[in-house]
Structure formats: C-alpha cells, structure tokens
C-alpha cells in the first residue's frame, strides 16, 4: 500500500512527499522504537540511519533555508543510507513490518530528497536553500556531510561503546559492530575476524567512515545534476530490495514445503504400516474363508483389512491447513 501510494504522490502532487515522509516516519519510528525495546534491540536505534532521518526533519521543517545542511542531508540520504540497501540486504517483504520499516529508513530519505532537488515544482520557494546551491562542490559536499558523521560517530562511539560497554560484551544488548562481528556469512563479518581484537572497534569505526565516504561520491558527481541518473540510482536500490525479497521468499517458503513433504511423508508411512499390520482372522492358523456374495462387488484384497483402520480421505491435509507455518523475520 505504501508503495502504490507513493508512487501515485510523486506522478499526481510531488510538492507532498516531504509531507508524507514525515506521517510515516510519524508512525514506523515510535513503532520501531517500541518493538526493538521489547527485544532489547534498542542500541540499534543509535544508527546512522536513524540519526540522518531526524537531521532530514530539522531540515525540512525547520531550517529548510540552510544551504549546508541541505547539502549534508542529501549526500548522506543518497550515500551510507541507500547504499545500505544493499550492505544490509534490506529486502521488499509485503508482510513483514520490520523489512518495510527497514527498507523504509533507508530508501525513502534519497527517494524526498531527490523529489526537492528534481520534480519538486516550485521547490525553491519552499526551500530556498536551493537557489544557493545550482551545483555540488565536491570537497565542500564531503567536509559538510563528512561533519554530520562524524559528530554521529563521536557520539555513538561515547554513549554506545564507551558507556554502555559492559552490557554490550556481557551480551545483554546487541550492536551493529556485534551482529557485524558475529554474522560470519558476511563480507564485513569476515573482514573484522581477520583483525586482531584489541584493533576490531576501531577498524569497524574506520572502515565505516570510508564507506561512507565512497558511497557520498555518486550523489556528489552525478545524481545531483541529473534527475535520469538520480531515478536510475532510486530503481537500482529498489530493485535490489526487490530481489532481496525474491529470494527471501523463496527461502521461507521453500523450506515450508519441504516441512510439508516430509509431515505428509511420515503420515503415509504410519498409514501404511497401520494396514500391513492389520491381518485376515484365522483359526488355528486357516485364514477364515469370507463368503463373497457378503460384500458384494468388494474384491478379495480389499476384504482383508477392515474399512475403520484406514485414514480418512485428505486427513492430511486438513490437518495441516489448520496449523499454518507463520513466517517470521
């Protein structure tokens, strides 16, 4: 739904996005924040991600007149935060209100910001930072978006790996540096185990700051002069997201039919063992003999295992249809 609403918004009236990027993030955020305090998954509301989204409203919304803090919020919403589609496999899960929460933080800032700086009619009256800025300057693009981060870095490095160290390493919460550290299927995940111990945060911290510097780099020298390269960016990650989400289905679901099999596998060995098991009466080791014309047009195999010991029809199946797999993130 949100999906087929957006798109309409940006064919129809684009002059809304901004509007409703702000109601959703009203929404998904406390809702967010709410569901990973449950699971004490909290400290991964410190993420750049979600510090840049708060940056954008002040811009929006406050200061939309502030040529260096537009410059900051579009190269940072283009840069680590749409790229991160891709770094943390974000995927497109229509069920799933975690993924579209995620895929939403991520992917929607690039998608506003792209909207005021190309298909925003009139966007300089309702944010005039724009007439300042016909083009971006490289170095000045990096200084300003690279001071927002690391005043995020300085701050997640002081309140997350300093203060609350202890609760990090007992295993109480969990950390984008630990998930990281701990997903051993990953790229980042191998590259850190190959750092010694005492230097892993600090090459974590590092290796950060470059990526984010290198994925700025597009939106600095391409997207922001050109709307065809900018909506090739946004179909790009998009795209991404949706084969993430591909592939997440056929994952979950693949495995949903194999439990199926094998349940229906098991029921139909326990029937068949229940029918051998059934033999014709004898007396004295004769089989009792069993006067055809009793059961009619019945053939003699049949005769021999008793109607109330077989399954009935489709059992299986009923069964299963009441106990449907709910898939989970």
């Known amino acids: ?122 966007a300089s009256e309702r944010f005039p930072a724009l007439l300042k800025i016909t083009r971006l300057d490289p170095v000045r693009a990096l200084l300003l978006s690279g001071a927002i981060y690391c005043s995020w870095q300085l701050l997640y490095y002081k309140f997350v790996l300093v203060d609350r160290r202890h609760k990090i390493e007992s295993g109480q919460r969990t950390t984008s540096f630990s998930y990281l550290l701990n997903d051993q299927r990953g790229v980042i995940g191998k590259f850190l185990s190959l750092i010694p111990p005492p230097y892993r945060e600090k090459g974590f911290l590092g290796g950060q700051l470059v990526y984010a510097v290198l994925t700025v780099l597009p939106a600095v020298l391409l997207l922001y002069n050109s709307s065809i390269w900018s909506g090739c960016f946004l179909i790009l990650i998009f795209a991404v997201s949706v084969w993430n989400g591909g592939g997440f289905y056929i994952e979950v679901f693949g495995r949903k039919f194999e439990r199926e099999l094998e349940a229906l596998r098991k029921e139909l060995g326990e029937a068949a063992i229940r029918s051998s098991g059934t033999s014709t009466p004898t007396i004295s080791g004769t089989p009792l003999e069993t006067d055809s014309s009793s059961v009619g047009s019945i053939s003699p195999e049949r005769q021999s295992v008793p109607l109330t010991n077989m399954p009935p029809p489709d059992d299986s199946w009923t069964s299963r249809s009441n106990h449907e797999v709910k898939i989970n993130n």
């Open 1 to 122: 739904m949100t999906l087929l609403f957006s798109a309409l918004m940006f064919g129809m009236h684009p002059q809304w996005v901004h509007v409703a990027y702000t109601a959703m993030s009203l929404y998904l955020l406390p809702l967010r924040f709410i569901t990973y305090k449950k699971r004490a998954w909290h400290y991964f509301l410190f993420d750049l991600c979600y510090y840049v989204n708060i940056i954008n409203f002040i811009y929006i919304w406050l200061l939309p007149s502030n040529a260096a803090l537009f410059v900051a919020c579009y190269c940072l919403s283009h840069g680590p935060l749409a790229s991160a589609v891709i770094t943390w496999r974000n995927s497109l899960v229509f069920h799933d209100q975690e993924k579209v929460t995620s895929l939403f933080i991520h992917i929607y800032p690039a998608f506003t910001f792209t909207v005021i700086r190309h298909f925003y009619p009139g």
